[in-house]
């Protein structure tokens, strides 16, 4: 098995399987830090993935057939070649600040995926794709907030999208997994070029404003019956 430190260090950079397909251990790799123009970004170690990007937690447990590169996974990570920015790891993502505290201060912004570029101005990184790999459970508060992405993966362990997470997104449909129970207020806000989305009928609540100012919006499937639609439309803030 040959581990490809996915822009870190690890030692050693391969193992051989025991007879039963499994290993025996599994090596660590320190923090790295990405430069993606003129930002350093630090990144932690979360475990090992089939895909570089995605794919499936290796653990004691996985058997190998054959000759495999896994991956190190890291707990957020943004491919410059397809414009992808992976979350990875278990448990819920962090919740994070982005507002405008005025001329005088200018933006707090603690996503560590967004910088200043002068302390006041606030600038991304060029992101088409957001994957959220299986194993998280709460999407951060703001965690993408005004990011232009087209695409985004939700995994069917998400079980609640925090406030503001998506807002200003650029996805043309989303689905919501059957695991998700509660939607932050304003979470898909001022996404415009939103046309469909698909509720489950997990949903416990929907915060304020959830789905406002999402201009194209023309179609909303839900995943369940109209007693169940009946009573979740008193919990929609």
Do not use: R
Request: hydrophobic residues 30%; contains cysteine.
């Amino acid at each position: 098995i040959t581990f490809d430190a996915n822009g870190g260090d690890v030692t050693p950079d391969s193992i051989t399987t025991d007879t039963d397909g499994k290993l025996t251990s599994l090596p660590t790799v320190a923090d790295w830090t990405q430069q993606i123009g003129d930002t350093q970004s630090t990144h932690t170690f979360v475990g090992w993935y089939t895909q570089k990007i995605g794919g499936t937690k290796v653990t004691a447990d996985t058997v190998f057939t054959e000759d495999t590169t896994i991956y190190a996974g890291w707990d957020w990570f943004y491919d410059e070649s397809t414009k992808t920015l992976c979350i990875a790891g278990s448990g819920p993502m962090k919740d994070y600040v982005y507002e405008y505290q005025g001329s005088a201060v200018g933006w707090e912004c603690t996503i560590p995926w967004m910088y200043t570029e002068d302390g006041f101005n606030m600038s991304h990184f060029d992101i088409d794709e957001i994957y959220i790999t299986d194993g998280i459970t709460h999407i951060g508060n703001s965690a993408f907030k005004g990011h232009g992405a087209k695409h985004v993966t939700i995994p069917n362990s998400v079980t609640s999208i925090g406030d503001k997470s998506f807002m200003q997104c650029n996805m043309t449909n989303v689905t919501i997994p059957a695991s998700v129970t509660s939607i932050g207020s304003s979470a898909f806000e001022s996404c415009s070029g939103l046309t469909s989305v698909t509720l489950p009928g997990s949903l416990t609540s929907i915060g304020g404003n959830a789905f406002s100012y999402c201009t194209s919006l023309a179609e909303v499937k839900y995943n369940s019956t109209k007693a169940d639609w009946a009573a979740l439309i008193p919990k929609i803030g």
